[in-house]
């Protein structure tokens, strides 16, 4: 009914601005665009506030405060024009027609944590529309759902629940200020993937701004399109403002862990052993491995080695948890006393690094705990990689020193699920999931340069052990090394590079969707869906 009621408002609005957009030039000043957006603002919800130009004293706040990658807040950075933070549903559809009309390259920002910036940066002008203010979470508990607004963060979803329930949780990442627009459209990786599977597999409506300034529901919208933002990247089709999900339910105690083993303690065989077992344990079970290079304890040369850090989830008590252990993973040598019990909610603190006793209003903070410089990408691995060729990564890690490699072992409900059941493909067959991870202190594009190119060094060395043909990535960990588009007339082509690493078998369908939906590619990026090229 909201979505009616809206949409007969603005009608007369959308209909001028619409013939508007056909007959418009194909460039014009931001200044024209502010002036599009104030002339036809609803008088119940005035758009002017909400505007924010390189001469207003709050500009530079407003775009720092979801900068979440230091190497994208540079003195060299592009920084947008105007920033519009909307208020309203309608400032979103203001905005879409208006930049129509003027020609003007929009970035959609709900939470800043893409890891190459594409939500705030780019290489041509542009604005940015913010959707940080549109943060609204309503939990049915009766029907075990919630809406949840795009600019709503996952630590502000997970507190939500637990106010109205301690057996209900989500399946979604383990930062707490990740926006809700960006995970859950990309796919939504989290430590309950194994028994829930990713977030888009719980997601059962949403509501999207398209381009023609309608807001469209599951229903008005049409499965296609439902099917492209569960996965696919909302930002090719639209700007989503909510999504309906289903709420998971969880034990009132969990189980958390986080053991750590370096080469002097055998850490090369467990982690050997982890590829074998991590992927068929207990679905209520995961245990993420991050390798990284640290100090030999005790050395005054300075002598580095590997530390390997297991750490893991398990939905249940802590006594169930060790038999689970004992009997398919021994090698670990878990023991009672590295094990924590708690409840689901606490358990995000956990993940997060909060301290053990951390008032769970941490959840709601939406400054990081730490900002730095990074670089991150990522791999699928399909076999377990022989042990020799585990000592040799272990070694060009060594050699590198500051890249960690992180693995996320998928089976359990990752693998029951259908790889077109959405355009997030990875499902059977992959035994986990790589993220590179390099961070840094140092400002300016020399320190940047070094560091990205350790990690694609060591994404280079890791080539023989993942998959092949396409070389698949995970589209939530963005990455412009496999591809950047510059939406002209090669568009298609150069989507196509990055697309099918992403999605495989799915771009083809998402490419159909977006030539359907936004044939004049309005809703585009670095590394968005093209449309046809005929």
């Given at each position: 009914m909201a979505i009616r009621r809206l949409s007969k408002l603005l009608l007369p609005f959308l209909l001028v601005l619409s013939v508007s957009c056909i007959a418009s030039a194909s460039s014009s000043a931001p200044d024209n665009f502010v002036s599009c957006l104030l002339s036809h603002s609803l008088p119940s919800h005035p758009i002017g506030p909400a505007i924010y130009t390189p001469n207003n004293a709050s500009y530079s706040s407003v775009l720092e405060s979801y900068i979440r990658n230091l190497r994208f807040n540079e003195s060299y950075t592009r920084k947008p024009y105007l920033i519009i933070t909307a208020l309203h549903v309608s400032h979103v559809q203001q905005?879409?027609?208006?930049?129509?009309?003027?020609?003007?390259?929009?970035?959609?920002?709900?939470?800043?944590h893409d890891y190459e910036g594409v939500s705030?940066?780019?290489?041509?002008?542009?604005?940015?529309?913010?959707?940080?203010?549109?943060?609204?979470?309503?939990?049915?508990?009766?029907?075990?759902t919630a809406w949840v607004q795009a600019g709503a963060t996952l630590g502000e979803v997970y507190y939500r629940i637990h106010e109205k329930s301690k057996v209900h949780g989500f399946p979604a990442g383990v930062c707490p200020t990740v926006g809700v627009g960006g995970l859950f459209s990309g796919g939504g990786y989290g430590v309950m993937l194994r028994k829930y599977g990713l977030s888009v597999d719980n997601i059962v409506d949403a509501q999207i701004v398209d381009v023609h300034g309608r807001l469209l529901d599951r229903k008005s919208m049409g499965e296609?399109?439902?099917?492209?933002?569960?996965?696919?990247?909302?930002?090719?089709?639209?700007?989503v403002i909510a999504y309906k999900i289903n709420l998971v339910p969880v034990p009132e105690t969990v189980t958390v862990f986080k053991v750590i083993r370096t080469l002097e303690?055998?850490?090369?065989?467990?982690?050997?052993?982890?590829?074998?077992?991590?992927?068929?344990?207990?679905?209520?079970?995961?245990?993420?491995?991050?390798m990284d290079v640290v100090n030999v304890t005790g050395s005054q040369t300075g002598e580095k080695t590997l530390r390997a850090t297991f750490m893991a989830l398990f939905l249940g008590d802590s006594a169930r948890l060790l038999s689970v252990m004992n009997k398919s993973f021994p090698e670990l040598g878990l023991k009672q006393s590295d094990c924590q019990e708690m409840s689901w909610v606490e358990?995000?603190?956990?993940?997060?690094?909060?301290?053990?006793?951390?008032?769970?209003?941490a959840l709601l903070r939406r400054d990081p705990q730490?900002?730095?410089?990074?670089?991150?990408?990522?791999?699928?691995?399909?076999?377990?990689?022989?042990?020799?060729?585990?000592?040799?990564?272990?070694?060009k890690m060594i050699e590198l020193q500051t890249p960690m490699l992180t693995f996320n072992p998928y089976g359990g409900r990752m693998a029951e699920i259908a790889a077109s059941a959405k355009p997030f493909p990875h499902r059977a067959g992959n035994l986990w999931k790589v993220q590179y991870a390099t961070n840094w202190n140092a400002s300016g594009s020399e320190a940047a340069e070094k560091y990205i190119d350790l990690t694609r060094k060591l994404f280079k060395y890791m080539t023989p052990f993942v998959s092949k043909n396409p070389r698949e990535a995970f589209f939530n960990y963005k990455d412009l090394d496999i591809g950047i588009n510059h939406n002209d007339k090669g568009s298609y082509f150069e989507g196509r590079v990055y697309g099918v690493k992403y999605f495989k078998e799915n771009f083809d369908k998402l490419v159909l969707i977006k030539t359907k939906v936004d044939p004049g590619n309005f809703f585009r990026n670095e590394q968005s869906i093209p449309t046809l090229p005929y």
């Open positions: 905005v879409i027609l208006c930049a129509q009309k003027h020609n003007l390259q929009m970035k959609i920002r709900s939470g800043g705030y940066v780019a290489e041509v002008p542009f604005f940015i529309l913010d959707l940080f203010n549109l943060r609204t979470i309503n939990v049915d508990i009766k029907t075990e296609d399109l439902f099917w492209a933002i569960t996965g696919g990247g909302g930002a090719s089709f639209g700007v303690q055998n850490a090369t065989d467990i982690v050997y052993r982890w590829q074998y077992v991590a992927h068929k344990l207990d679905n209520d079970l995961f245990i993420r491995l991050t358990s995000t603190l956990f993940w997060t690094g909060f301290p053990n006793g951390t008032a769970l209003d730490v900002l730095t410089h990074l670089k991150r990408k990522s791999d699928y691995v399909k076999q377990p990689i022989p042990k020799a060729g585990l000592k040799w990564i272990i070694q």
